[in-house]
């Protein structure tokens, strides 16, 4: 059982800035990272943190996005530059346990608009 508590979302124009994060119960996870569900599209991974600290990202947020972790804190951040109308959407704090196990929290929705 995993449990989360995400924060940071909201409404942004164009261009702006958010910074997204999550609180994840439990000890440290091998991967941490987030999902984001738009309406009518499928859930899609955003971003990945191992725990080396290497990163993965959604090809469209790249140079734009940047993960983070904070094992002490259990904690993760998405910081999103530079959101655009297409990056609206509920993101979704994931972590993935040494033992394979894969959990998402419920969201924080995301608007860019103008």
């Known amino acids: 059982q995993v449990q989360f508590v995400e924060s940071g979302g909201g409404l942004v124009q164009p261009g702006g800035s958010l910074r997204l994060s999550c609180v994840a119960s439990?000890?440290?996870?091998?991967?941490k990272g987030w999902y984001r569900q738009a309406p009518g599209k499928p859930r899609e991974l955003v971003a990945t943190i191992g725990s080396d600290g290497s990163t993965n990202y959604l090809n469209s947020v790249k140079g734009r996005f940047t993960i983070s972790r904070d094992n002490a804190k259990n904690t993760v951040y998405l910081q999103m530059n530079s959101l655009e109308p297409e990056d609206t959407a509920v993101y979704l704090c994931?972590?993935?346990?040494?033992?394979?196990?894969?959990?998402w929290g419920q969201g924080t929705q995301v608007t860019v608009s103008s």
């Open positions: 439990g000890s440290l996870f091998r991967v």
């Open positions: 994931y972590a993935q346990t040494w033992r394979g196990s894969n959990f």
